[in-house]
């Protein structure tokens, strides 16, 4: 038990948002992307050739621990055979869009509620995300009415820092005013949210490992201090006061 945490800082994608199956919603993206981009493929068959793109573009993110800006995203790596202003100048939708063509992203069950709880037990609690884009985080977060829950929202697309490389964890933290020992991480990528967070000295690391998900394979320089099933199960792991009761996080057989 760790009596001292004062921040408990999230993951977004598939940690605090998942990703749903809505049909209507990705085909209309799909069809929005093929408009902009002037072609005739089918919007489906377009937007599959352009994750292939995608792929080669995140292996040099990754590699990096770097998010390249929106305009060079398109121009560089996914549509580089187009007209560079004219991708420049639509390269923001462009991606709000990409994003959304892979489906809806909504909070998961209990997700609201359970930062709020959170919060009245005085933890501050903010967000390190990496994702592409740099108006879909502040849409959702005004349309959900949320922003005021979080002490700090850090973006990869805009710090143009990719975890796990340490120093947007300690952007996070130089705004939320906490130090990484007094701070706990939560997120369900080993290799990114654990690995960083440890390396930046976080006190704690919790792993979101939620029905459904791939198997973990974890070692020593990646392995969490605990495991949750369900998002609302933090409120049993900080139970208030400062507390960190990372006992109560089992992991799943």
């Known amino acids: 038990m760790l ?22 919603f990705y085909h209309a993206a799909r069809a929005r992307i093929a408009e902009i ?7 489906d068959e377009y937007y599959d050739f ?14 990096f621990m770097c998010e390249a800006p929106e305009k060079v995203l398109w121009t ?9 202003d004219y991708v420049e100048a639509n390269a923001v939708e462009l991606t709000y869009q990409f994003r959304r063509a892979k489906g809806e992203r909504v909070v998961v ?11 009245a037990r005085g933890y501050k609690v903010g967000i390190i995300s990496d994702l592409i884009g740099t108006i879909e985080i502040d849409e959702w977060l005004d349309h959900d009415g949320i922003r005021d829950l979080f002490c700090t929202v850090q973006q990869s697309s805009v710090t143009m820092l990719r975890k796990p490389h340490p120093a947007i964890y300690f952007l996070a933290l130089d705004e939320a005013g906490v130090r990484p020992e ?9 290799k990114r949210d654990i690995l960083g ?7 704690g690391t919790v792993a979101a490992d939620y029905p459904g ?19 609302r199960e933090l409120l049993d792991l900080f139970p208030g006061e400062g507390k960190y009761l990372p006992e109560r996080g089992e992991r799943r057989d």
């Not at 009596?3 to 209507?24: S, Y």
């Not at 981009?37 to 919007?43: K, Q, V």
């Not at 998900?213 to 998002?231: A, Q, S």
């Open 3 to 24: 009596e001292n945490i004062k921040a408990i800082f999230l993951d977004l994608g598939g940690t605090f948002r998942i990703v749903e199956e809505n049909e209507p």
């Open 37 to 43: 981009c002037g072609t005739d493929m089918d919007p």
């Open 50 to 63: 352009l994750n292939k793109r995608y792929d080669e573009y995140r292996k040099w993110a990754l590699r």
């Open 76 to 84: 560089r790596w996914l549509v580089p055979e187009l007209d560079r």
């Open 109 to 119: 069950e209990g997700g609201i509620e359970t930062v709020r709880e959170l919060k």
């Open 182 to 190: 007094d701070s706990v991480f939560v997120g369900d990528n080993l």
């Open 197 to 203: 967070a440890k390396q930046t000295g976080f006190a």
């Open 213 to 231: 998900g791939l198997p973990m394979t974890f070692n020593e320089e990646n392995k969490p201090d605990c495991f949750i099933h369900h998002f």
